[in-house]
T-cell receptor, first 114, second 112 residues
Framework: KAGVTQTPRYLIKTRGQQVTLSCSPI?????VSWYQQTPGQGLQFLFE???????NKGNFPGRFSGRQFSNSRSEMNVSTLELGDSALYLC?????????????FGPGTRLTVL | GEDVEQSLFLSVREGDSSVINCTYT??????LYWYKQEPGAGLQLLTY?????DMKQDQRLTVLLNKKDKHLSLRIADTQTGDSAIYFC????????????FGAGTRLAVHP
């Protein structure tokens, strides 16, 4: 069974640009969550999608957005990049049933904003 | 409120047991998780426990939960150099769907 795939693995952008990150969850999983990891703030929840609907959102500005497609793949977008957006962005793949509660993370996308 | 706290560092000798501790504040916690992160890598799920359980054992790993004190621990038996990593505890909670609140992580150093 394939794991969680995140692309690209590394990305370098400049301030003011926008970026799109992709996450393909484990086959059969219906929910995807996104997290930002920085040395200063640690792991912070961005948002969660289930069956193409955003169910929960963290405390991030509107420049951070996401979506989920019918095949459960998810993308997150950051517009007007700032230096502070440099981070490891992780997505979690979740079965989405009431009895399966494992949350499996991908390897992450490391974004550097110059 | 939502808060998870962990000690930042732990150093152990190879072959000894490691105990990593975590406290949380949300009384509506549903599941509590332990993740391992090696340098440059994502988060590896080690184990998780439902909030109405006291203990869970999985090979070298033992999770103890004291719900009254909101204290969670991870014991690693016979610690090896390959166990050197950062360990994160995290909680999900009622009404949060699958949102996880993470601690700051405990850096475990295993020395010969």
């Amino acid at each position: 069974k394939a794991g969680v795939t995140q692309t690209p693995r590394y990305l370098i952008k400049t301030r003011g640009q926008q970026v799109t990150l992709s996450c393909s969850p484990i086959s059969g999983h219906r929910s995807v969550s996104w997290y930002q990891q920085t040395p200063g703030q640690g792991l912070q929840f961005l948002f969660e999608y289930f069956s193409e609907t955003q169910r929960n959102k963290g405390n991030f500005p509107g420049r951070f957005s996401g979506r989920q497609f019918s095949n459960s793949r998810s993308e997150m977008n950051v517009s007007t990049l700032e230096l502070g957006d440099s981070a490891l962005y992780l997505c979690a793949s979740i079965p989405g049933t009431s009895v399966e509660n494992e949350q499996f993370f991908g390897p992450g996308t490391r974004l550097t904003v110059l | 409120g939502e808060d998870v706290e962990q000690s930042l560092f732990l150093s152990v000798r190879e072959g000894d047991s490691s105990v990593i501790n975590c406290t949380y504040t949300d009384s509506s916690s549903t599941y509590l998780y332990w993740y391992k992160q090696e340098p440059g890598a994502g988060l590896q799920l080690l184990t998780y426990i439902f909030s109405n359980m006291d203990m869970k054992q999985d090979q070298r790993l033992t999770v103890l939960l004291n719900k009254k004190d909101k204290h969670l621990s991870l014991r690693i038996a016979d610690t090896q150099t390959g166990d050197s990593a950062i360990y994160f505890c995290a909680e999900s909670f009622s009404g949060g769907y699958n949102k996880l609140i993470f601690g700051a992580g405990t850096r475990l150093a295993v020395h010969p």
